[in-house]
């Protein structure tokens, strides 16, 4: 029984001892520097929200008119909707202010290159393709980021802090080429953003695991579509927002 007790008693006080053991805080200071700088990787998904004419005939600028095996006249519908979401890259640099003890003022830019499939329930003829029917057409964008932003930041538990973000963002599309599009696009935009992540922080810097959601505020269809392209495949459209999401790695 003596021997029991003993074992009992040792057993406890190891316990005891592993339960007091400190866990080593890193950075203490990180959060009270006014300004600090790192960089961002991040994968991005871009999506459109698209609204269309129904019928076809609901757009004032419309004008009917007979394509080889295809006649769409005022009363066509002519649909078009995102395929599917393609996986993109994002990089970009960290520049953050203290605020307050709980906010950080954000400001990232970067760039995003990513591509957007619009479908359509009737064949789609690009000239740039020559005669062959496409399955979709593809919009590739490259844009140029400018997201500014307020962090507000949750209590810290050991190493690590969550928050969430939210603010505005304008982007850029520099991706223009020479051939003329069948879906023209404007070039800029500007963006209402929320989102929220998790701060680890390690010996050396702090690692940051951030979601985003970039919902587009302006519509981005050029109202002058291109004139030798079958102008009914963006006339068919109201109206196109684009929204990203963004799944982003800091470094700071």
């Known amino acids: 029984m003596k021997k029991i007790f003993t074992a009992i008693l040792f ?3 190891c316990a005891n001892v592993f339960a007091q053991k400190q866990i080593v805080n ?3 200071t990180f959060d009270e520097k006014l300004i ?6 991040g994968y991005n998904m871009l999506d459109f929200n698209v609204l269309n004419y129904n019928p076809i005939g609901e757009n004032p600028d419309f004008v009917s008119g007979n394509w080889p095996g ?5 009363s066509s519908i002519v649909r078009s909707d995102l395929e599917t979401l393609v996986p993109g890259f994002t990089v970009g640099i960290v520049s953050s202010l203290r605020m307050t003890e709980d906010l950080d003022l954000r400001f990232l830019p970067g760039m995003s290159f990513g591509e957007r499939k619009l479908t359509y329930n009737i064949p789609v003829y690009d000239i740039n393709a020559g005669l062959t029917e496409l399955r979709f057409y593809s919009i590739k964008s490259t844009f140029l980021d400018f997201p500014l932003l307020v962090k507000y930041k949750a209590r810290r538990i050991n190493n690590d802090r969550p928050f969430v973000i939210f603010g505005a ?5 520099i991706s223009k080429t020479a051939k003329e599009d069948l879906v023209k696009l404007n070039n800029g935009g500007f963006y209402a953003e929320v989102g929220g992540g998790w701060d680890h922080y390690f010996p050396f810097f702090r690692f940051t695991v951030e979601g985003k959601f970039s919902f587009g505020l302006n ?18 459209i109201k109206s196109l927002r684009s929204n990203i999401f963004t799944l982003s790695f800091h470094f700071e």
């Open 11 to 13: 057993i406890l006080i």
């Open 26 to 28: 890193y950075l203490t």
């Open 36 to 41: 600090h700088f790192g960089f961002t990787l």
């Open 70 to 74: 295809l006649q769409i006249n005022e």
């Open 169 to 173: 963002a304008f982007r850029q599309d």
């Open 219 to 236: 519509n981005q269809l050029n109202p002058t579509p291109s004139q030798n392209q079958r102008l009914y495949y963006s006339q068919s």
